[in-house]
Nanobody
Framework: QVQLVESGGGLVQAGGSLRLSCAAS????????MYWYRQAPGKQRELVAY???????NYKDSVKGRFTISRDNAKNTVYLQMDSLKPEDTGVYYC????????WGQGTQVTVSS
């Protein structure tokens, strides 16, 4: 069984930064792609970024150049560095392990005020 625990969310003004972390239990972390999703109020959950097991990354167009995803396999942790935050980045951010598994974290709230 895998558990994912996110942290690092909070309230920040537009233009500010936050760094989200997602710590995974178990031994399958390093062999799987890790995803960050977000869900804004009244909207569907959307993919923000992912990083493969061999460190290839991909981003949603609206966050390119502002967000950076990274991973530390020694710590079983994936990060999302979010800079130049905008009010439209507000939402609950979730990490997910693997494309074939259904392991999700509990979510961490990010609120960006204008």
């Amino acid at each position: 069984q895998v558990q994912l625990v996110e942290s690092g969310g909070g309230l920040v003004q537009a233009g500010g930064s936050l760094r989200l972390s997602c710590a995974a239990s178990g031994s399958i972390f390093r062999s799987n792609t890790m995803y960050w999703y977000r869900q804004a109020p009244g909207k569907q959950r959307e993919l923000v970024a992912y990083i493969s097991s061999d460190y290839n990354t991909n981003y949603k167009d609206s966050v390119k150049g502002r967000f950076t995803i990274s991973r530390d396999n020694a710590k079983n942790t994936v990060y999302l560095q979010m800079d130049s935050l905008k009010p439209e980045d507000t939402g609950v951010y979730y990490c997910k392990l693997g494309a074939l598994y259904n392991y999700w974290g509990q979510g961490t709230q990010v609120t960006v005020s204008s």
